[in-house]
């Protein structure tokens, strides 16, 4: 039973996350770098400040109390991450839910298991398996296998994109996607896939904090929450610089108060965008929780957020128009995009 509630917890988080961008799409005549940082504001900033709250109790002492490193590692690292997350917007917004989170996700599986690696075999740690130990470890080698897995995955998801560009015309392209760019959107994509990465060294380096937190009477399930806070401050930081230089090179400040545009109803779906990416999180550590094995909650979240893009993309008709030959390559890739996820998970299991 702890297993069947630990898979439908995954699915919900997976749901959550891999349906983030669509109240997005019914923002009206706002620019996207406006729509980007309301959202922003409640992923970031005020939703988990109202889960700390709820669940870690003094969350501000326990912030206030930490030590400097712990504060500026966790903060650090949301800076990089920040980067990751503006950019893998970016992918939404050029390559569209389908193509463009089966691509970054995948780097995001594909690098999020080589950088600990490379990083452990630099600075040795008792008990971690550095970049040169996987060659010699079976699990190393399934890991190094799943990334190649994965980023012949990525290379057929292009294929897909390409001949999508050759297909249709301009007009029937940004029927399904407004911004479709190929190019650009690999470009961001890739660069959104390794830098998330850096969420889980931030959650590393703010590990204290949450020892205090369960100290002080906090559910181990919600611990992390106060991590969240100070993590995700680094990525409001990252975003909110770059959309206000957004809106001052595009002359958009006006949109957060054009009485032209539904402002009402703009606001609340970029809220409740946001809202929806941070769920993910809740139903996450609930879903490890219940499972009680890390790898495989990896291997469900990622697959599940593959899954539910994927299908989002062709509900949103993204693909509409398309040949056959087209249509089975860009499903072609994300199978083996999820199969590479399978590989990697079985291969931190081997571990």
């Not at 959309?243 to 009485?259: E, I, P, T, V």
């Not at 593959?306 to 989002?312: E, G, N, P, R, V």
Request: aromatic share 14%; with cysteine.
């Amino acid at each position: 039973m702890q297993i069947i509630l630990g898979i439908i917890f995954h699915f919900i988080g997976g749901f959550a996350s891999g349906s983030f961008y669509v109240p997005f799409r019914r923002v009206k005549d706002w620019s996207w770098e406006s729509a980007w940082i309301v959202g922003g504001v409640f992923s970031w900033l005020i939703v988990p400040f109202v889960a700390a709250a709820l669940t870690v109790p003094d969350f501000m002492g326990i912030i206030r109390s930490a030590d400097t490193g712990t504060l500026f590692w966790t903060y650090f690292f949301g800076l990089l991450w920040g980067i990751g997350g503006l950019t893998f917007g970016l992918a939404m917004r050029y390559l569209g839910m389908s193509l463009g989170m089966s691509v970054a996700l995948g780097y995001c599986s594909a690098f999020g298991s080589l950088v600990p690696s490379i990083y452990y075999g630099i600075h040795h740690v008792e008990g971690k398996m550095g970049i040169g130990d996987m060659f010699a470890n079976p699990g190393g080698r399934m890991i190094l296998f799943g990334v190649l897995v994965c980023l012949t995955g990525i290379a057929v998801c292009g294929r897909a994109g390409m001949l999508k560009e050759r297909e249709l015309d301009d007009a029937a392209k940004k029927e399904g996607v407004a911004e479709f760019n190929l190019v650009k959107g690999l470009m961001v994509a890739t660069v959104s896939g390794i830098l998330s990465a850096c969420f889980n060294f931030g959650i590393e380096a703010g590990k204290d904090m949450a020892a205090v937190a369960v100290g002080r009477g906090a559910n181990p399930l919600f611990q992390n929450n106060v991590i969240f806070v100070v993590l995700l401050w680094g990525g409001l930081t990252t975003n909110f610089i770059w959309c206000m230089l957004l809106n001052a090179r595009n002359k958009s400040f006006g949109d957060y108060r054009n009485a032209k545009s539904p402002l009402l109803s703009n606001y609340g779906f970029a809220a409740l965008a946001g809202t929806t990416w941070f769920l993910q999180f809740f139903f996450y550590g609930m879903g490890e929780s219940k499972m009680g094995n890390g790898a495989s909650s990896w291997i469900l979240h990622m697959a599940f957020i593959i899954l539910i893009s994927s299908a989002w993309g062709l509900f949103l008709k993204e693909w509409k128009g398309v040949s056959r030959r087209t249509m089975a390559t860009i499903l072609a890739g994300i199978g083996v995009i999820l199969l590479s996820v399978v590989l990697v998970g079985i291969g931190n299991s081997m571990k």
